[in-house]
């Protein structure tokens, strides 16, 4: 059986910088408790490692991030690389309490430009995944912000402006998103449009696209990862067999049954370490 690394895969640029903030702020803070609100990324061993540095998570799913920060009465609050509202913040700032944002780059890029377009008039449609922390984030920006999951979503969407906006959340799939375009601009032939899906993202996506002769491919990630669970679609969608493992345990024997050519790819907040365990795993059998 040939097993083969899909080129690239694994850790971004945002993943890389939010792990270090964290990391920098308890080394130089030993003394403070150091809170992360929400997962800092989306992966299970990430917040193991970080847990065992003594950061807090604070990621109770029955609680608002309103009430996550209420809890809070000391310390540093660690905002994730999702993005934080505007809201949020402030509370915190009325708090009293430190913080220290680790949003992306590329995610605050794409805020920026909402704002812009909302400030001249606009109504914007945003192409995202609901209840996801990036979207939350930036449907608290304003409510002419109209989040679309889905063909559904955009199909029974009315809005009384004619100046329309569309963009979209960093990691959703590039094919999704040229599908859901081409109806927004049946839609609104007006409609203007900037595509968000950053570069990390894209660029995972492309090269599960350009796979040739491949009969299998793990994608090594956590199921809470956005950008994850579009490489396992644009997998499928490809027609070949993709599935989603969180690290080389989860591997069932069976499904290696005739398979010749393995491929494995990992979502962007995937520790590099659970990537080689399941590539060693594979070259052993
Ligand atoms: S996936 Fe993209 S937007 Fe998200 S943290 Fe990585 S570089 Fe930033």
Redesign the pocket.
């Known amino acids: 059986m040939l097993v083969k690394r899909v080129i690239p895969s694994g850790y ?4 890389v910088n939010a792990i270090k903030i964290a990391k920098d702020t308890k080394l130089n803070n030993p003394n403070e408790n150091v809170y992360i609100l929400g997962m800092l990324v989306h992966n299970s061993y990430v917040s193991k490692e970080l847990a065992d540095l003594g950061i807090i998570t604070l990621d109770d799913t029955n609680k608002t991030k309103e009430e996550l920060v209420d809890s809070i009465d000391e310390g540093i609050i660690i905002f994730t ?1 999702h993005g934080i509202s505007d809201s949020i913040k402030q509370r915190v700032i009325n708090k009293n309490l430190k913080y220290v944002d680790a949003t ?1 780059v ?2 605050k890029k794409t805020q920026d430009i909402i704002r812009d377009y909302l400030n001249q008039g606009y109504d914007v449609i945003y192409f995202g995944k609901r209840n996801h922390p990036e979207a939350q984030a930036v449907l608290s920006i304003s409510d002419k912000i109209h989040l679309v999951s889905d063909d559904n979503d955009l199909n029974n969407l009315t809005i009384n402006n004619d100046k329309i906006f569309l963009t979209n959340q ?2 959703m799939s590039y094919l999704e998103l040229a599908d859901l375009i081409v109806l927004a601009k049946n839609k609104y032939p007006n409609i203007i449009i900037e595509k968000e899906i ?1 570069d ?2 894209s660029s995972r996506q492309k090269a599960i696209q350009d796979l040739i002769d491949c009969d299998l491919l793990y994608v090594v990630g956590d199921v809470k990862s956005n ?1 994850t669970n579009k490489l396992v679609d644009i997998g499928n969608s490809k027609g070949i067999k993709t599935l989603l493992i969180q690290s080389y345990k989860d591997i069932n024997q069976d499904d290696l049954k005739d398979i010749e050519k393995v491929y494995v790819s990992a979502g ?1 907040s995937t520790p590099l370490h659970l990537i080689d365990e399941v590539i060693d795993y594979l070259k052993n059998i």
Do not use: E, M
């Open positions: 971004c640029k945002g993943v690389a992306c590329d995610v960093t990691t950053c990390a993202t950008n962007a």
